[in-house]
């Protein structure tokens, strides 16, 4: 597996690669510190299995950035790791194709869990997202439970056997667990 990490503080860039080096022990990384250092290594290396990009770049826009991966190489995962919380944010960058949004301030364990269902072929979607996605703009009665909760969720793009990992990984189930569990 070939990672690149893309942020403009080689200290980050350094503590993800040791996260991700835990999960992935084959996986070989690349940096990069702006949007065209990243664009040159890719070019470079087009059989890249993921991108982790901050949004937060000084030569550009993170977001206009995945929405340029997307467009042309369009195979190549993107995972967003951005200090922004901004659910505008957040629900942009995963409505240009991101499949998962980690706030830096997620702590390791979660930030774990979050590259573990996104390398089983998941969606990582933040808390922060989910609690906005539950609420509407009529207050939920009793009888509305899960099924408000789940229409929410699909409106972001994630389908049903997403949004139910999803709900098992929220309680903490293990990933052995939610591989075995079915509605």
Known sequence: MKILLVDDHTLIREALRNVLAQMKSEASFLEASDCRQTMKLIEQHPDLDLIVLDLNLPDRDGLSVLAELRERYAT?????????????????????????????????????SAFQLMFSGGTYIPKEILDGAASSSRQPSCDDGPQLHRESLAELGLTGRQIEVLG????GRSNKTIAHARD
Do not use: E, H, Y
């Open 76 to 112: 190549t995962a993107v995972v967003v790791l951005s200090a922004s919380q901004d659910s505008n944010r957040i629900k942009q960058a995963l409505g240009l194709g991101a499949i998962g949004f980690v706030p830096k301030s997620t702590d390791r364990d979660v930030m774990l």
């Open 168 to 171: 098992l990984m929220m309680q």
